[in-house]
């Protein structure tokens, strides 16, 4: 299965989640009227004379009380499922802060901190997404962590204190590997609904509760006056009480089932990304030598338990509720030979800077075999889109290698200047610099004009050092950039994104390359400051998506050829792929703003179908099954838009080089 | 048949569904605009200790070059250790008026000590042209201006969270959950800078 499957399945898995929630609220609504319908029936047989046509005690179908009963039911339910999914819309910071953490600030030289910043780094660029803030939760002495968010462009890490404390390096990247594939498979999503859909039963519950609460004052201050009234409400209350706890023991119950799958995948996703299964075993064992200590005391973490790496609860009601499968279970699956026995001890791991610069080196590749990516700048690479798109959202062993050499390949200046904010823009700044001298002296002076003296000379400073760069290694270092910039305030970004568009407006002349950058650095960040929602998939079928897809298509055949003919080789190409004939539109209908609306468009499609459109535009840039660096780029933009994560080594075809 | 005292009571359990829900929500709302300035405050500190750091050297290379004027050096020194300690204090609790305040005022210092500090470099021709004093000056600057920038984006952060904090119906529940309003942090104006004179021995 390949990425867009997963995700396909997690949106699939949802649907059939919430059928299964609703027939849980039938049930609910059921027994709710069967708690009102007898108290009614007390309190009527108590005032009634005899013979009275109203009371409740001769029949038991009353279709008023009923649609009161259901339709306050629904409201609760519903209100508070939207309340809840309201909050967590601002996606993975909303859910760090609900469980108390702290961010970890991008710039950070504490060793442990710093050594879990870069496995994160180096596992978001192999992954082709943009690097994610990092939380830590500093009073949980537990071994656990966890991803949230909607999809790549708002996820957050969040670890806790102790996966710092006792965890090597391997086995924090197996930990940090296992919440990466819980993005890439699309868990994130799926767990967000299910903490909406659940609290709205949750709060059934906690209504009986209050409703209780207040009976008992009202039971001290009038003993007689209103008596029915008060039975009523309180068998009303014991009612809510448990019926909204086994509705909410059902529910999860069901929240624990679907957890519990997701895991498996997610540890053998790690297994598959790092390829050192000792690393995330260790991990799952020193949790269980610890007495399966991975618990996690924030009074909000019940909420999102099964978020976590490791089970967030202690022994209570084991089978029903955990939300992962038993620590021995989820060992013997990736390292058969294991006998069942946890470490006695486990000892704290220390880390100084010493260790951290030699684990650096360490995870540096011998350059002969990455060499022909880096080096060859220049060279077109041969592509087959078929493979290439098997590979998104499972990256691998070589992925994680490049990327750690990409990062390697970046002078420390530059990384330095993109963890810090005022310096991330800087380095976006230089980014969009033109090569061209005259054209990069207008745009300097626009920078000076715009943002002041300092940051053009920051921006100059940086310039030389990007110009240096690869392709690729310039694509990663944008995607450095996401924590420092997401720390700029609201007003600050704003000013940052209007300066990205004056420099690229600048040269009179806005290349399609230029705006893939600008939507790979803004695309995410309008997310994060909440002026974007992340797309929603609404279209299963190509149809009403076609005549963005032409456009696309033709704006991609422009950028890649000139002759006519070419672009119209290019366009067919990638029409052939969605089983689509057509004809290109000229390339004054390809305006940037009109291919990003289309783009936007297309961002909307289902994930079988978003493999589709990417498989013709990969086929029409790479229409002699040749691709540039220059057009990877580009596709890693389109495929940015869509919110696909491409591996780097996916794009340039890191498939095994042609003979 | 449903008398209207039922109807009164559902809507009464509604209101109090609907209050419950709002409530919690002005909570959660105003932590994380609490927790915003107070990462904000954490970007302001990074840079802070950075130029903290720095200082030292500075004073170390002026001194082969300065020794007449241990008065300037040395006031730099003490301002720096004000300012060391005031922003430890701020860092431990971020928007906490008098922290703020006197992390301001001891700022404020150090920047007039270091302004007269460069002041005088001017009449040493050799420190001036010294690469090691070049290269700190400069770090120090840009130093400076991180710190500005930073000090900028806590403040959009608390100014978000002091409206957050006043507006209605926000205000009724920020003091009964204890959410007090978090100061500025501005550094004083180089009159008031100049006023506070130490003397050294």
Known sequence: MDFFEHQDKARRRTGRLIWFLALAVVGIIAALYLVVWFGMMLVAGYDARPGDPNAYAGSFWHPELFLIVAAGTLAVILLSSLYKTAQLASGGHAVAVLLGARRIDPQTHEPAERRLLNVVEEMALAAGMPVPPVYMMDAEAGINAFAAGHDPRDAVIGVTHGCLKYLDRDELQGVIAHEFSHILNGDMRLNLRLVGILYGILVLALIGRIVLRSMRHVGRSRSRSGGGAVVVMAILGVGLVVIGSIGFFFARAIKSAVARQREYLADASAVQFTRLPDGIAGALKKIGGRGETSEVHNQNAEEISHMFFGNAFGSFSRRIFDTHPPLADRIKRIDPRFDGKFPARVEPVAVSAALLEAETKRARPPARVFGAVLGGAAAAIAVDPAAVLGRIGVPGLEDMLLSAEMLAAIPPPLREAAREPYDARAVVYAVLLDRDPAMRGRQLETLRTMAGERVRQTTEGLAPLIDGLPEEARLALIDTTFPALSLLSPAQYLAFRQDVDRLIHADDKVELMEYAVRSMVLRNLDVHFGMAQPPAARHGRLAPLLPALIRVLSALAHAGQSDAAEVRRAFDAGMARVGQTGAPLPREQCALDDVDAALGELAEAEPLLKRRILGACMACVAVDGMVTPREATLLRAVAAVLGVPISPLAAPGGETPPA | ?201
């Open chain 2, 1 to 201: 048949m449903i008398t209207p005292a039922y109807w009164v009571l559902i809507a009464v359990g509604a209101v109090i569904v609907v209050l419950v829900l709002v409530v919690i929500g002005i909570y959660n709302k105003l932590v994380l605009l609490r927790n915003r300035y107070k990462n904000a405050f954490a970007q302001i500190d990074v840079q802070l200790k950075r130029r903290y750091d720095l200082i030292p050297n500075l004073v170390e290379t002026a001194k082969g070059y300065m020794k007449h004027e241990r008065e300037t050096l040395n006031a730099v020194i003490q301002a720096r250790g004000l300012a060391v300690d005031a922003g430890r204090r701020a860092a431990a609790n971020p928007g906490d008026p008098a922290a703020m305040t006197s992390l301001g005022s001891a700022e404020g210092q150090l920047v007039g000590a270091l302004g007269r500090l460069f002041a005088l470099a001017e009449n040493y021709p050799d420190l001036k042209a010294n690469q090691n004093m070049l290269a700190l000056q400069e770090e120090l600057a840009s130093t400076e201006n991180k710190v500005a920038f930073a000090r900028q984006a806590y403040n959009d952060a608390v100014m978000t969270y002091n409206t957050g904090r006043e507006t209605f119906p926000n205000v009724i529940f920020a003091g009964m959950f204890n959410f007090r309003e978090a100061s500025l942090f501005e550094v004083e104006s180089r009159e008031e800078r100049e006023a506070p004179k130490v003397s050294f021995n």
